[in-house]
């Protein structure tokens, strides 16, 4: 089954301005933060899979502020495998 457009989806003009106002209020990757660094965010991530249950699409408290590479590589891996992510600091070290 091909996948739906991120209209489909329910990324519409509404969502492209909750967006921009979360990201006005959250600035910085949520992820990074964790590890002490400050990294500019770009992308609103759902932390928990709405999976098209709009309740939980439009749940602020469901949302993080992420830049592209930490969206991209380590949340999409944690959702693909099931497991949660695993934030370092900048000694490397585990934080959580």
């Not at 990294?39 to 309740?55: E, F, L, N, W, Y």
Request: positive net charge; proline residues 4%; contains cysteine.
């Amino acid at each position: 089954m091909a996948r739906l457009s991120a209209r489909q989806r329910g990324y519409s003009t509404a969502w492209d301005k909750a967006r921009a106002g979360f990201l006005r209020d959250h600035p910085w990757c949520a992820i990074c933060l964790k590890a002490g660094r400050y990294t500019q965010a770009t992308v609103v991530d759902h932390i928990k899979p709405h999976r098209g249950d709009q309740s939980l699409f439009w749940d602020r408290s469901n949302w993080q502020a992420l830049d592209a590479t930490c969206h991209s590589s380590a949340k999409q891996k944690a959702e693909k495998s099931g497991k949660p992510v695993r934030v370092t600091g900048v000694d490397g070290w585990p934080i959580d």
